[in-house]
T-cell receptor, first 114, second 113 residues
Framework: NAGVTQTPKFQVLKTGQSMTLQCAQDMNHEYMSWYRQDPGMGLRLIHYSVGAGITDQGEVPNGYNVSRSTTEDFPLRLLSAAPSQTSVYFC?????????????FGPGTRLTVL | SQKIEQNSEALNIQEGKTATLTCNYTNYSPAYLQWYRQDPGRGPVFLLLIRENEKEKRKERLKVTFDTTLKQSLFHITASQPADSATYLCALDPLDSSYKLIFGSGTRLLVRP
């Protein structure tokens, strides 16, 4: 199993550009989520999904959209990039919704917005 | 307000000693608490989970305690090695039916040879 995969690994955008960060998992996990990680701020939840067709907002959803058309894929869209969105983005999945399930993380996407 | 706090200062210890990392939380009542390891440039990796009715959990050189009265978890690495150098994150399920996993900001551990 590849686990959780993310593309691209690195990306530089100009302010106002849009892009999609891709995330896929091959473990048939129902729960998927996106985090951003900034120095001293830890992992902050952007959006999450409890199954195909179901998404909800996390702590910092503004400026990001998500969709979940399949169990495997959970892309994150930046509609109009801003320098404040410069961060490292992690996608994660887990088998179920409960806090007793370990969460598997992707390798991350390092995004710089100029 | 709800908070999860981990020491932001790096913990610097000598190889062979026991490292102890702290996770404190406020205004949460989690049923589970998890610990993860993160190496530079990589995603976090799950290490251990402890339930609220478990006082202690062990896995090889790792030990986690969970004190729901103090609202604190301690993470111990015994006989530490330079390869244990990493950032360690705690996480909890806020049990608000949102199914979120909320993370602390992590503590960096440096083990000197």
């Amino acid at each position: 199993n590849a686990g959780v995969t993310q593309t691209p690994k690195f990306q530089v955008l100009k302010t106002g550009q849009s892009m999609t960060l891709q995330c896929a998992q091959d473990m048939n996990h129902e729960y998927m989520s996106w985090y951003r990680q900034d120095p001293g701020m830890g992992l902050r939840l952007i959006h999450y999904s409890v199954g195909a067709g179901i998404t909800d907002q996390g702590e910092v959803p503004n400026g990001y959209n998500v969709s979940r058309s399949t169990t495997e894929d959970f892309p994150l869209r930046l509609l109009s990039a801003a320098p404040s969105q410069t961060s490292v983005y992690f996608c994660a999945s887990r088998e179920g919704q409960g806090g007793y399930n370990e969460q598997f993380f992707g390798p991350g996407t390092r995004l710089t917005v100029l | 307000s709800q908070k999860i706090e981990q020491n932001s200062e790096a913990l610097n210890i000598q190889e062979g000693k026991t490292a102890t990392l702290t996770c404190n939380y406020t205004n949460y009542s989690p049923a589970y608490l998890q610990w993860y390891r993160q190496d530079p440039g990589r995603g976090p990796v799950f290490l251990l989970l402890i339930r609220e009715n478990e006082k202690e959990k062990r896995k090889e050189r790792l030990k986690v305690t969970f004190d729901t009265t103090l609202k604190q978890s301690l993470f111990h690495i015994t006989a530490s090695q330079p390869a244990d150098s990493a950032t360690y994150l705690c996480a909890l399920d806020p049990l608000d039916s949102s199914y979120k996993l909320i993370f602390g900001s992590g503590t960096r551990l440096l083990v000197r040879p």
